[in-house]
Each structure stands twice: as C-alpha cells, then as structure tokens.
C-alpha cells in the first residue's frame, strides 16, 4: 500500500455534504477550519474521507452536544518587529504620558 492513502472505499458526495451541513451548523466554514477542533488529519482538512471515516464523524456530530465543539479560531502565530515587541515591553502608564504629550487624549479601556 502506498504511503497515507486511505483504507477502504471514498466517502460519497452525500456523506460529504451531510458531514460539512453539521459542520457548518457547529460554526466551522469547512473542512479546514474545523480540522484542529475535529481532529482530522491533512487528507481529511481537504474533505478527504473514507466512508467509514465520514460515517463515524456524522455520527459523532449527531450524538454531541452543541456545546462539545465551539469553532475557535486557529492561532495565529504573531510576527512582532523589534519596535513592536520593545513597546509591548514599556508600562501602559508611561505609554500613555508619551501620547499626551504628543498631544493626544488617552483613556482607560
């Protein structure tokens, strides 16, 4: 068998879309952004299953609870500039005193 090819027969476009339907209906766009939440493999974020694969995530959709799976955003991984991070490192107060004197009005959050 070839390397990370699936076991068994592809799930059929019905099963895809009843499993992206309740997907969709848990807050996730598609396959991808669900994959981390779901558990799915690369193959599978691309809406590659088997059939069994895509009968047993319907059925686990079906039988869950609504609060089981929140859709949460992926991290996303910050790429601060040097000015960027030496700012997050300086006290609100002091940045706040900077702008003032810059001329502008700060408040509180």
Known sequence: MAFAQPLGPQATSRQL???AELLGAQGFADFKAARRSMGFTQRQGSGKFTAAEADAY???LQNSDAEDLVAQPSP???RLSS???TLRQIPDERLA?????RGWIVMEP
Do not use: F, K, S
Request: hydrophobic content about 35%.
């Open 58 to 60: 319907i059925e686990q």
């Open 17 to 19: 879309r009843d499993l």
């Open 76 to 78: 996303v991984a910050q």
């Open 97 to 101: 005193a900077e702008l003032q004197r």
């Open 83 to 85: 000015t960027e991070r």
